[in-house]
Structure formats: structure tokens, C-alpha cells
């Protein structure tokens, strides 16, 4: 999974994405809802966001249930200048080869002091991704995060209202009146098939039919209109103004540039249903399409190349049937345009596993740890160091591993300490991972465990070149 050096985006979005949550929660599947419910409850509140989009739920790693966009950092920050993507955003998102599916871009508004010009539109098949720039004569005293609270696409008579998932940005100077920024909009088969007044949207299963990636289906071009009249999160500090953006985006490169592989493995020995239906390789992403039913519990894939380089997960979303199907798509960076084959290793997450001498062992901060993962498998732990109040924990696998969630530690009172998802630094060719957790763990007893079950020997490869 990936993990990101610097926040993504502020506090105030993961509060106002909590907050919008619990108070629209009807018609989500009572299954779906304990699902949502006992995630939020282990996992770490700050870094927890999720967005319902007719009544779609997205969800981050391996939970069918949360929409958690994790950055990872790698990326030649020199492509910035070819696409016109600012230099910030790049270093936030692994963007792969995104010229290849930039489309240009050079719309200005102006309201109420603030000009906000739209830069680029990135579209592989599935993300719509608008970047823009935000400038004022005053200082900002909210971060103007622009999350449109209507936008739709159209074509050919055809009119859908989507939701965004995710904002990314950052000041561009210490006066803080300037802003780069990107928005992101996952857009699936349902969002060019199912119109606003269709009433297909009241299938129940629509949502399972409709959370596809058919890049092949996709109209050649469609316009996205959006519409903004505040900027930022925190209620009493929203810039009020209207900003109106229409732009029109071309589908061809991304139809030219990338490449579905049907795969349509069954993996029956993960529960009911499983089953991998197809890999979407795109300019900057490794998206998997797979299938399962609810009783299956919660689970996701890790991918390695044929180089051995894990691919960072950067984010997901599922759909949900009446009856406990669900669809599941899962986004990973796509860094090595050379690559030939993927190996895929699916896992389930279960964050009330009971300890066992298969999952946990005492944590040596003093020295090195051994974490059990699987037959003859490890996480290992290196080195341990302490700074600024935080203990930082490098640690290595031979294999794959929930890199999201790699482990967590103990102490002898019960307390769980879990990392710091925008301070923890992904793992690299020839380069340790490092997790960094609040407190200093250093002179106490620790247990520490694995909340993964990997499947190694469901593990299985796939031809790129098929």
C-alpha cells in the first residue's frame, strides 16, 4: 500500500468528510454500515475519510469502505513542467508517465479577490484529475481547497452528476497566498451509463454492475462542468465566492495509452466468490477489478512487478448488492513503464486477529525483530530510533507486504500503537520502509503483531504481454 511523506490534504477535509458521512448513511446495506463502523473504530481517526456517491461507498486498504487517497512519493518532479502539473502536486502524487493522458487546459475565474485558473486534466479511463492554481491579494485563513459541491459530466445528451473523492495541495509561499492544488473525481462505468434521471439507478445491484473500469465504452470526449461557491473546509473560515469551470475532456488518449488484461482468476480459497476479473494498465495507474461476496470479510491484493518492486495501493472503492455481492476496483502507482508481468498476492485484513506464534512476537527496540507473516516469512525490523517524541521503525520483507498496515505494537496495558500514515515512508528498491508512531517506544514491553493474512500460495502472475 502507499504510503506518503507529506500531507495530502488538511485535517479540516477528514473531518468534513467524517462529519458528512455519518449524517448521510441511509440507504447504505446494514452489512456495509458494520463494516464502516468497526473500521472507524481500530483505525487511526486523523487519516480516515469516506464519500458516498449514489450510494456508493469508497473504500481504502483492503476495507471495502473507506475512501483514504495515500500518496506515495517517487516520481522525476521534472515531468511537472511538460504537463503543466505544478511541482507540489507532483511530489504528492505518483503520477507515473502522465503526459500521456494530460489534457490542456486554460480557464480563469475571479470572485470575491480570488482567481482560481484551471491548469490540466488528467484522465487514464477512471481518475479525472483537475489541477488549479489559487491566488489572492490577502493571505488565505483557510486552505482553498476547491471541492466542488456540484459537478457533472455530459455528452451526447447524456448528464451525470459526480462527486469528487479527493483534494490535494499546498501553499506555495509563506504568506499563504498562493495554492496549487489538484481534485480528484473517480469516475466508473456508472457514471457514463446510469443519466441522473435513469432509472436504472433504482436497481439495487447497480452499484456492483456499475463499478467497472470499460476505458473501450468510454464516449470520445466529454465536458465536465463544476461549480464551487466556497473554498476550504472549516465552516467559519470558507471563503465565499462563485467560481463556474466547464472543460471539455478528450477520452482518446487514454483509450490509446492504456491496456486491459482479463485475468478471471478464481480464488475460492479466500471465501466466497473471489475472484480477480481484470488488470487496467494505464499511464499512471495499475487498477484491479475484482469481485466477492460480503462473508468473504475484507479483503485486497498486493502487486509486485517482474523487477521485484512492490506497487505502492493508492486507493479503492466498492460496490455493494443487495444480496452481498460487491465489486471492488484498487488503484496502485504505475512507475515502471517497462514492466512485463505482475504478480499479485491476495490478503485479508482483520484488525481483532487473535495473537498467535504465526502473527505476533516480542518487539526488540534495542535490537532486531522478527515479525511471523506466513511459512518461513518475515517482517523485519532493523533499527529502531527516537526523535522529536516519535519512534521511527525501519523495516524490511522478502515478500509483499500491507505496507498501509504492515504491523502494530502493543503495550503491556493493551494500548495500540499504529502509525503516522502521512510521516511513514514507503518502502523501495534496495530501501527499507520506515514507520513512524506517536510516543517513544523505547524502554517499555511491547508485543507486536500483524494484522494481515497473506495468501502467499495463492500468489499468481500475470502476462502483461498477453
Known amino acids: 500500500m502507499k504510503l506518503e511523506r507529506s500531507s495530502n490534504v488538511t485535517s479540516k477535509f477528514d473531518?468534513?468528510?467524517?462529519?458528512?458521512?455519518?449524517?448521510?448513511?441511509?440507504?447504505?446495506?446494514?452489512?456495509?454500515?458494520?463494516?464502516?463502523d468497526d473500521t472507524l473504530a481500530n483505525l487511526p481517526d486523523k487519516n480516515l475519510r469516506r464519500k458516498r456517491k449514489k450510494k456508493a461507498i469508497t473504500w481504502s486498504v483492503a476495507a471495502a469502505i473507506l475512501a483514504i487517497f495515500l500518496m506515495s512519493v517517487q516520481l522525476n518532479p521534472s515531468l511537472a513542467s511538460s504537463i503543466g502539473v505544478p511541482n507540489i502536486i507532483i511530489d504528492k502524487l505518483s503520477l507515473g508517465d502522465a503526459e500521456k493522458v494530460s489534457n490542456e487546459a486554460n480557464i480563469v475565474q475571479e470572485s470575491n479577490g480570488v482567481k482560481i485558473s484551471i491548469t490540466k486534466a488528467i484522465f487514464d479511463g477512471y481518475y479525472l484529475m483537475v489541477s488549479y492554481h489559487a491566488e489572492s491579494?490577502?493571505?488565505?485563513?483557510?486552505?482553498?481547497?476547491?471541492?466542488?459541491?456540484?459537478?457533472?459530466?455530459?455528452?451526447?445528451?447524456?448528464?451525470?452528476?459526480?462527486s469528487p473523492s479527493n483534494e490535494v495541495g499546498e501553499f506555495l509561499d509563506k504568506n499563504k497566498k498562493a495554492y496549487d492544488g489538484m481534485v480528484i473525481f473517480p469516475l466508473n462505468k456508472e457514471a457514463f451509463t446510469v443519466s441522473d434521471t435513469d432509472e436504472a439507478k433504482l436497481d439495487p445491484d447497480i452499484?456492483?454492475?456499475?463499478?467497472?473500469?470499460?476505458?473501450?465504452?468510454?464516449?470520445?470526449?466529454?465536458?465536465?462542468?463544476?461549480?464551487?461557491?466556497?473554498?476550504?473546509?472549516?465552516?467559519?473560515?470558507?471563503?465565499?465566492?462563485e467560481w463556474h469551470?466547464?472543460?471539455?475532456?478528450?477520452?482518446?488518449?487514454?483509450?490509446?495509452?492504456?491496456?486491459?488484461?482479463?485475468?478471471?482468476?478464481?480464488?475460492?480459497?479466500?471465501?466466497?466468490?473471489?475472484?480477480?476479473?481484470?488488470?487496467?494498465?494505464?499511464?499512471?495507474?495499475?487498477?484491479?477489478?475484482?469481485?466477492?461476496?460480503?462473508?468473504a470479510g475484507i479483503i485486497d491484493f498486493l502487486?509486485?512487478?517482474?523487477?521485484?518492486?512492490?506497487?505502492?495501493?493508492?486507493?479503492?472503492?466498492?460496490g455493494v448488492g443487495k444480496n452481498g455481492s460487491e465489486r471492488m476496483l484498487s488503484s496502485y502507482e504505475n512507475i515502471n513503464p517497462l514492466m512485463k508481468n505482475l504478480t499479485v498476492v491476495p490478503y485479508k485484513l482483520d484488525m481483532s486477529v487473535e495473537f498467535s506464534a504465526e502473527n505476533s512476537t516480542m518487539f526488540q527496540p534495542n535490537g532486531e525483530t522478527k515479525l511471523p507473516i506466513g511459512d518461513n516469512e518475515y517482517?523485519?525490523?532493523?533499527?529502531?530510533?527516537?526523535?522529536?517524541?516519535?519512534?521511527?521503525?525501519?523495516?524490511?520483507?522478502?515478500?509483499?507486504?500491507?505496507?498501509?498496515?504492515?504491523?502494530?505494537i502493543k503495550d503491556k496495558n493493551g494500548g495500540d500503537y499504529i502509525r503516522i500514515l502521512d510521516e511513514s515512508i514507503a518502502s523501495r528498491a534496495n530501501k527499507d520502509a520506515i514507520v513512524v508512531i506517536e510516543g517513544k517506544l523505547l524502554d517499555e514491553e511491547y508485543t507486536i503483531y500483524s494484522p494481515n493474512t497473506y495468501y502467499f500460495d495463492e500468489a499468481f502472475t500475470v502476462d502483461l504481454n498477453q
Do not use: C
Open 15 to 36: 473531518e468534513n468528510f467524517k462529519d458528512k458521512i455519518k449524517k448521510n448513511t441511509n440507504n447504505i446495506p446494514e452489512h456495509i454500515q458494520v463494516k464502516i
Open 137 to 162: 491579494d490577502q493571505p488565505f485563513s483557510e486552505t482553498p481547497s476547491l471541492f466542488p459541491e456540484e459537478a457533472k459530466i455530459t455528452y451526447n445528451g447524456f448528464k451525470s452528476t459526480i
Open 207 to 241: 452499484l456492483v454492475k456499475g463499478n467497472q473500469i470499460e476505458i473501450s465504452e468510454l464516449p470520445k470526449k466529454f465536458k465536465l462542468d463544476m461549480k464551487a461557491t466556497a473554498l476550504g473546509f472549516e465552516e467559519d473560515k470558507k471563503l465565499k465566492g
Open 245 to 295: 469551470f466547464s472543460l471539455q475532456v478528450d477520452t482518446k488518449k487514454a483509450a490509446t495509452k492504456s491496456k486491459t488484461v482479463e485475468v478471471n482468476k478464481n480464488l475460492p480459497a479466500l471465501g466466497t466468490d473471489v475472484k480477480v476479473e481484470k488488470l487496467v494498465i494505464t499511464p499512471i495507474r495499475i487498477h484491479l477489478q475484482s469481485v466477492q461476496h460480503e462473508h
Open 303 to 318: 502487486i509486485e512487478d517482474n523487477d521485484g518492486e512492490a506497487k505502492n495501493w493508492l486507493n479503492g472503492s466498492v
Open 379 to 408: 517482517i523485519t525490523i532493523s533499527n529502531v530510533e527516537v526523535k522529536d517524541g516519535k519512534t521511527y521503525i525501519s523495516y524490511h520483507a522478502d515478500v509483499p507486504v500491507n505496507e498501509y498496515l504492515p504491523f502494530i
